[in-house]
């Protein structure tokens, strides 16, 4: 076998979207999955230490490299992947712009054994500073083994610019867990500072999906399974008792890629619409595919953002299959399937969406449903949906003071008397008008000065559990609660490390009600998981702001006086009772001068 990595012409590496490729640990650890995964092979190894700070290594059995080619790769725009312009609308690797290894080799140590089948005996080889240092011969199984060491060991401004290693962690783990999630049929593990965190046996799809997000979603799994001449839509969504308070497990693959797409997550959730309460997320792992040729992947370095020949078509399929699923799968009774006018009147939908796929698309299956207006995917309404009463199911239910903290204090003779708007405001009159206090915000603001304070050595009282719970997670939640643990127990939740991804909470705050910890630790991890990931807060601070979000009472919530009362006097004791501590107001204050202008006086 000929080396086959080649230097793409200058005319052809302009083409291509350039960029940053490597900006954090995780970055490099997508880069090196994918050249594993495009080199065929069947088992992928990542090793971590320090969240990819001082190594990342990636060990695979793929088809590996001559000797050559191990010291081609890693200059810049060197690939075996691509040779022509044209190549590009075909691509069906992971990998093309013959970039990242080249990256790489620049801002950290890089150590490459690799070997081929046919070849007897390997290549070992050493970079720094994206000069080869050592190249020798070795004996060596077959495919590669690539360390990457002390990223950006050379650039101490990009190196300190790194976040902390549980910040770090997770964008390692999610970039894992996207291309583990992609390729069932490959083994995977992942090793952080010696403990092995995933350990992924080859499977199906749906058991991959269970391995990854946890077994909660066992039974829960609805197919997705629609072919049309013009894409594929493949995969698996939630039933809607498994939505979330929180954009979570949501997966959507075009070509095996993972990308991001607010607007294909659109058509996914209005396909949901009326199953699910408006502020939940289902889970939904889908796969499209298509022909390449329809697909720009070359928008962005990292390649998660990619434009579609016709997005509209897209969108329109996915909510359609999606529908159909859940409609198949009598997850509802009663569904209203009139597809959106607006998608109805797409040049899409009304016209096909290309001369020469003309009749091949009008014969589909999908594309007839899609011209018969109000037609698509009808079902009859069934008597034994096992979800008959599913509305009463979904309503959320009545908000409780079950697990609330909330302060109250005894009415002074000489205190106003409050009022409570809509259950959401308090109205409580001031001397030059009256104040309009959102009482979420309000009482986000006492929990989070309350929680400062534990955290600056007043931890919060704690009430030992009479009986202690269990709680399981998925790995990659697993990681983040242990990094938690130190900041919890100050907060008052004694919680402790019992086994494989298991914990145990022995107790909890002392004011509040116990019976709900699974729930609260569970939700907590859940919205912290998703708040504000791109603000460099700690993971202390985070933490703060999300129970204090969680266990703020939430609008809709009826207050007696005295509990108005409360929140009041706490409010005003706080450092800045005017912002919460996500920045919104907590109160306005309307004045009568202001009032009297409005009244033309
Ligand atoms: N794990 C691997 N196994 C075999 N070949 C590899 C591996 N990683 C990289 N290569 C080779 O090195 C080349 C350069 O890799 P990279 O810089 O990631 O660029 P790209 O993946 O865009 O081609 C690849 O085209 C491939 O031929
Ligand atoms: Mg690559």
Known sequence: MPD?????????ANQIAAGEVIQRPASAVKELMENAVDAGATSIQLIVHEAGKSLIQVIDNGKGMSETDARMCFERHATSKITTIEDLFRIRTMGFRGEALASIA???????????AESEIGTSLEVENSQVKKQEPAA?????????????FNIPARRNFLKSNAAEMR??????????????EIFFSLTSNGQQIFHLERGSLKQRIVQLLGSQYNAKLVTVQENTDYLNITGFVGKPDTAKKTRGDQYFFVNNRFIRSAYLNHAVMSAYQDMIPADCFPLYVLFIDLDPAQVDINVHPTKQEIKFEDEKIVYAFVQAAVKHS???FSITPTLDFDLDPGIQQLDAISKPFTED??????????YRTFTQKNQAHFIEPSDKSELKHWREFYEPSQPSTSNLQLPTSNIQPEEQTLIQLLSTYILKPSEKGFLLIHQQLAHERILYDQYIQAMQGHPIAMQKSMFPVTLTLAPADAVILMELLPHLNQLGYQVEAFGKDSFIVQGTPADMLQGNEKNVIEDMLEQYKHSSSDMKLSAREKLIRTLARQQAIKPGFSLTQQEMQGLVTELFKCSQSNIAPNGMPTYLEFKKDYLDKLFGK
């Open 357 to 366: 796929k003309q009749a091949a698309a009008a014969s589909s299956n999908l």
């Open 140 to 152: 060596l199984p077959v495919g590669t083994n690539i360390a990457m060491k002390n990223v950006f």
């Open 326 to 328: 859940l409609a198949q």
């Open 106 to 116: 620049a801002v950290a140590q890089v150590e490459l054994k690799t070997r081929r």
């Open 171 to 184: 964008h390692i783990v999610d970039e894992f867990m996207r291309v583990a999630m992609s390729f069932p």
């Open 4 to 12: 086959i990595i080649q230097l793409l012409p200058d005319n052809i």
